[in-house]
């Protein structure tokens, strides 16, 4: 089955600077893949997702890239913000099948 | 959008007893359910997967006979933790998906096993 590994797992920035999560998947049939931020006791959210047949998204100050033939994506994060601080989860899956999570990344933002 | 209405929120419960965690599709037909356990500090885990009117799928490493899943209509599925454990206690969430929306997410449960 699928497995999702995603580094680092804890990442410290000062405010206004960028911040890069990084995640590999190993099956290379996944298509789908979605990048969520939580907060503690919460449901995770929606930020920003890539199909396979794209290289890179961006939406204002997040964006995503996929490499498909290395079976790696990125969470670029710019301008970071206090609010920015939280618990981000890289996830891949299949047309269909359940999301399958990497570890998380506890971003921390200090103004 | 899509939502998933997930109860209860808060649970405690004595250890020995069983408890049931409710899932419902408010504005789509969910075909499939993914249900998910949260340890503190960690990743959401895959535990089974459920499809309206068949068995459902469980993970490697989780008990079927004690995690009761029940998908018997296209709008509720349901988990029965079955005599519960403190090792038990977690966060349970479940997700579907809608092929216009995607994944949704419920809200989540804490159980809390005493």
């Known amino acids: 089955g699928e497995n999702v590994e995603q580094h680092p797992s804890t990442l410290s920035v000062q405010e206004g600077d960028s911040a890069v999560i990084k995640c590999t998947y190993s099956d290379s049939a996944s298509n789908y893949f979605p990048w969520y931020k939580q907060e503690l006791g919460k449901r995770p959210q929606l930020i920003i997702d890539i199909r396979s047949n794209v290289g890179e998204k961006k939406d204002q100050r997040i964006a995503v890239t996929l490499n498909k033939t290395a079976k790696h994506f990125s969470l670029h994060i710019t301008e970071t913000q206090p609010e920015d601080s939280a618990v981000y989860f890289c996830a891949a899956s299949q047309a269909g099948t359940a999301l399958i999570f990497g570890k998380g990344t506890t971003l921390s933002v200090s103004s | 959008g899509a939502v998933v209405s997930q109860h209860p929120s808060r649970v405690i419960c004595k250890s020995g007893t069983s408890v049931k965690i409710e899932c419902r599709s408010l504005d789509f037909q969910a075909t499939t359910m993914f249900w998910y356990r949260q340890f503190p500090k960690q990743s959401l885990m895959l535990m089974a997967t459920s499809n309206e009117g068949s068995k459902a799928t469980y993970e490697q490493g989780v008990e079927k006979d004690k995690f009761l899943i029940n998908h018997a209509s296209l709008t509720l599925s349901t988990l029965t933790v079955t005599s519960a454990h403190p090792e038990d206690s977690s966060f349970y969430i479940c997700?579907?998906?809608?092929?216009?929306?995607?994944?949704?997410f419920g809200s989540g449960t804490r159980l809390t096993v005493v």
């Open positions: 997700s579907a998906r809608d092929r216009v929306f995607g994944y949704t």
